[in-house]
C-alpha cells in the first residue's frame, strides 16, 4: 500500500467530472485502492475494518450482497450514523421501507458497484419528516468471496453540510433522499 496513490474521478450522467471531496470518503478509497494495488479483486476477508484509521470507524458501513435476487443486507454501520444521521439499518436489508420513495435511487447505487465492481461517489441530500437535512458525500466499494464475486459492499458517509440538530433516532425513514449526483470511479 505504501506510495500508491489515486487521482480518482467521476464523470456523472451528465457529462461532469466529480472527484471525492472530503477527507473520510477521500481516505476510504484510497484505503481500498491499497487493496486492490495487490489483487484487482480485494476479498472482503483481507478487509480488516479493526485496520482502519478511527476517525473512519464512526463514518464506516459493510453491507452483504446476495446476487439473486439481489439482496443488500446491512451488517454494521458506525455510530456517526446512528447517533448523526438517526438510522437503525443493522440487520435490515435495502428496502423501500427503509428509504422510502428513494429506495430505487439508492438501490441502483448499490447495482451500480456490483455491475462495474469499482467504487461509485454520490452525493445525497437527505431531509427528515421534521425537516431537518443533511447533505452527504458517500463512497461505495466492492469486495469479493474466493470465486470472484462481490460478496459485500463498504463505504463511508460524509456529512458536506452537518445540521445543527442530529436526526431523531425514530425518524430513521427520511421523508426525502434526493441524489445530487452519481457516477463510478475512475482510478
Not at 476517525?55 to 447517533?83: C, E, H, K
Amino acid at each position: 500500500m505504501t506510495g500508491h496513490t489515486v487521482t480518482p474521478h467521476v464523470v456523472t450522467d451528465d457529462g461532469i467530472v466529480k472527484n471525492p471531496q472530503l477527507g473520510k470518503t477521500s481516505a476510504f478509497l484510497q484505503i481500498w485502492s491499497g487493496l486492490t494495488y495487490h489483487s484487482d479483486k480485494p476479498r472482503f476477508k483481507d478487509f480488516l475494518p479493526e485496520d482502519l484509521p478511527n476517525q473512519l470507524w464512526r463514518n464506516l458501513f459493510i453491507t452483504s450482497v446476495v446476487a439473486t435476487p439481489f439482496t443488500i443486507t446491512f451488517l454494521y454501520q458506525g455510530m456517526y450514523i446512528t447517533d448523526q444521521l438517526g438510522q437503525h439499518f443493522v440487520g435490515k436489508s435495502l428496502s423501500e421501507e427503509l428509504f422510502g420513495e428513494s429506495f430505487g435511487e439508492i438501490e441502483r447505487l448499490y447495482h451500480l458497484t456490483c455491475q462495474d465492481q469499482k467504487p461509485v461517489l454520490s452525493r445525497e441530500l437527505m431531509t427528515s419528516r421534521y425537516g431537518i437535512s443533511t447533505l452527504n458525500e458517500v463512497i461505495h466499494v466492492p469486495f469479493y468471496d474466493q470465486s470472484g464475486k462481490v460478496s459485500h459492499i463498504c463505504g463511508v458517509i460524509e456529512s458536506v453540510d452537518i445540521p445543527e440538530t442530529p436526526m431523531d433516532e425514530n425518524d430513521d425513514v427520511p421523508e426525502n433522499w434526493r441524489i445530487e449526483f452519481s457516477g463510478v470511479i475512475d482510478l
